[in-house]
């Protein structure tokens, strides 16, 4: 059984693919071919923004909009301590500081409350400027981002949204990676829209923003390659990665979330009276990069998986640590009792297989596994 089953979905896709791979190869152009500018334009209209900036990966389109506000030294960002590392990696990059945020435990998304706190607390501490907050559409779930709103327009934040799990998600009509003055995703290929290696992308619907962020992605460049204009990168998507994720958004629009989300469904009717499944607010949908339970202790959660895995059945802990905790950020001082939500999840959660293509009978057994540890412990 796959955790992910990307070699599954390859077969299903492989005529399209294999022709798409070999077009690329086959008219050499590897960097900033057509495919690059059409897939653009294709992910800006199914996200709903003006402009999509494809680069190398999730985490550089974090760090491009860092960049792109001037985001510097004394400065504050709020960053969920319930994430990948990238989201506080690239705020200390820039120079700036992280201020870690405590997470909701049905949602496993950035806690209004914790935010508010926590700004308020860095404006009385008087060294630190806040000047962004990065909402995390954790596992698949747009973040709340109607009060996260409120609460950036009282402090006068920027909203940068990592949505490098979220894409495909939604609030109302609204997708995933509309909801921040800039969004970012990933391509990473384990992501819900997952290339073959790595890529990304930014979306903004601000015009010079979006200049600005072109410019930036390559070396700084002014009216071309040669004129440079401002420090950058050097961040671009592959022709090769944009010929494949055109053909794997068909699928991924066409029925992967859709198929996804029945798996989703299916999973919660099985386990919601055996542990504590993902809670989706009224009027949100998720794209499910994860199916994370929770488990009542360490103990059992470490358990399960060692149950789980004698079925020769894969499952992950996304994630063991909190951000706070990681040795990187040392040098920062946060104290725990601002953390119970996301030290309790790091001990107890536990994320299943997921993708579209799960079968009713694997999923029968996964089950079958977890009811039968959780008569036991
Ligand atoms: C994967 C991920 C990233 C980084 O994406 P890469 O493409 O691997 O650089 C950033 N934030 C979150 C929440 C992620 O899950």
Same mark, same amino acid.
């Given at each position: 059984?796959?955790f992910?089953?990307?070699?599954?979905q390859?077969?299903?896709?492989?005529e399209?693919?294999?022709?798409?791979?070999?077009k690329?190869?086959?008219?050499?152009?590897?960097?900033?071919g057509?495919?690059?500018k059409?897939?653009?334009?294709?992910?800006?209209?199914?996200?709903g923004?003006k402009?999509?900036i494809?680069c190398?990966?999730g985490t550089?389109?974090l760090?491009?909009?860092?960049?792109?506000w001037?985001i510097?030294?004394?400065?504050a960002v709020?960053?969920?301590?319930?994430?990948?590392?990238?989201t506080?990696?690239i705020?200390?990059?820039?120079?700036?500081?992280?201020v870690?945020?405590?997470?909701?435990?049905?949602?496993?998304n950035?806690s209004?409350?914790?935010l508010e706190?926590?700004?308020k607390d860095?404006?009385?501490?008087g060294?630190l400027?806040?000047?962004?907050v990065?909402p995390?559409?954790?596992?698949?779930?747009?973040?709340d981002?109607d009060?996260?709103?409120?609460i950036?327009?009282?402090?006068?934040?920027l909203?940068?949204?990592?949505?490098?799990?979220?894409?495909?998600?939604?609030?109302?009509?609204?997708?995933a990676?509309?909801?921040?003055?800039?969004?970012?995703?990933?391509?990473?290929p384990a992501k819900?829209?997952?290339?073959?290696?790595d890529?990304?992308?930014v979306?903004?619907?601000d015009?010079?923003?979006a200049?600005?962020?072109?410019s930036?992605?390559v070396h700084?460049?002014?009216?071309?390659k040669?004129?440079?204009?401002?420090?950058?990168?050097?961040?671009?998507?592959d !022709?090769?990665?944009?010929a %494949?994720?055109?053909? *794997? &958004? @068909? #699928?991924f629009?066409?029925?992967?979330?859709a198929?996804?989300?029945?798996?989703a469904?299916?999973?919660?009717?099985?386990?919601?009276?055996v542990?504590k499944t993902?809670?989706?607010?009224?009027?949100?949908?998720?794209s499910?990069?994860?199916?994370?339970?929770?488990l009542?202790?360490?103990?059992e959660?470490?358990?399960?998986?060692a149950?789980?895995k004698?079925?020769?059945?894969?499952?992950?802990?996304?994630?063991?640590?909190p951000?706070?905790?990681q040795?990187?950020?040392d040098?920062?001082l946060?104290n725990d009792?601002?953390y119970?939500?996301?030290i309790q999840?790091c001990d107890t959660?536990?994320?299943?297989?997921?993708?579209?293509?799960?079968?009713?009978?694997?999923?029968? !057994?996964i089950?079958?596994v %977890?009811k039968q540890? *959780? &008569? @036991? #412990?």
């Amino acid at each position: 059984m796959q955790f992910r089953d990307l070699k599954y979905q390859y077969q299903v896709l492989k005529e399209d693919i294999d022709a798409a791979m070999l077009k690329v190869a086959s008219d050499c152009n590897f960097i900033s071919g057509k495919q690059v500018k059409e897939l653009e334009e294709e992910l800006a209209e199914y996200v709903g923004v003006k402009h999509c900036i494809s680069c190398a990966n999730g985490t550089d389109a974090l760090s491009l909009a860092m960049m792109a506000w001037g985001i510097k030294e004394g400065n504050a960002v709020f960053v969920p301590d319930f994430t990948f590392f990238s989201t506080g990696e690239i705020v200390s990059f820039a120079g700036a500081t992280p201020v870690f945020v405590d997470v909701d435990l049905d949602t496993y998304n950035i806690s209004i409350d914790s935010l508010e706190k926590k700004i308020k607390d860095t404006i009385e501490e008087g060294k630190l400027t806040p000047r962004a907050v990065i909402p995390v559409d954790l596992f698949g779930l747009p973040a709340d981002y109607d009060n996260v709103r409120k609460i950036a327009d009282k402090y006068n934040l920027l909203v940068l949204e990592d949505g490098a799990q979220g894409f495909g998600g939604r609030i109302g009509e609204r997708r995933a990676c509309s909801f921040g003055d800039i969004s970012t995703t990933s391509f990473f290929p384990a992501k819900p829209l997952g290339c073959y290696g790595d890529g990304g992308a930014v979306f903004t619907d601000d015009d010079d923003m979006a200049a600005l962020l072109r410019s930036i992605c390559v070396h700084g460049k002014g009216t071309m390659k040669y004129d440079n204009v401002r420090i950058g990168l050097n961040s671009r998507l592959d !022709t090769m990665q944009a010929a %494949i994720l055109a053909v *794997k &958004l @068909r #699928a991924f629009n066409d029925y992967e979330v859709a198929d996804i989300n029945k798996v989703a469904e299916r999973y919660t009717e099985l386990l919601s009276d055996v542990v504590k499944t993902p809670v989706i607010p009224d009027g949100f949908y998720s794209s499910w990069a994860q199916y994370t339970i929770q488990l009542d202790s360490r103990k059992e959660r470490d358990g399960l998986q060692a149950e789980l895995k004698k079925n020769d059945i894969p499952s992950m802990v996304y994630y063991p640590k909190p951000m706070h905790k990681q040795q990187a950020f040392d040098g920062l001082l946060f104290n725990d009792k601002d953390y119970v939500n996301t030290i309790q999840l790091c001990d107890t959660v536990l994320s299943l297989p997921m993708h579209p293509y799960l079968t009713a009978e694997d999923m029968d !057994t996964i089950v079958e596994v %977890i009811k039968q540890y *959780k &008569l @036991r #412990a």
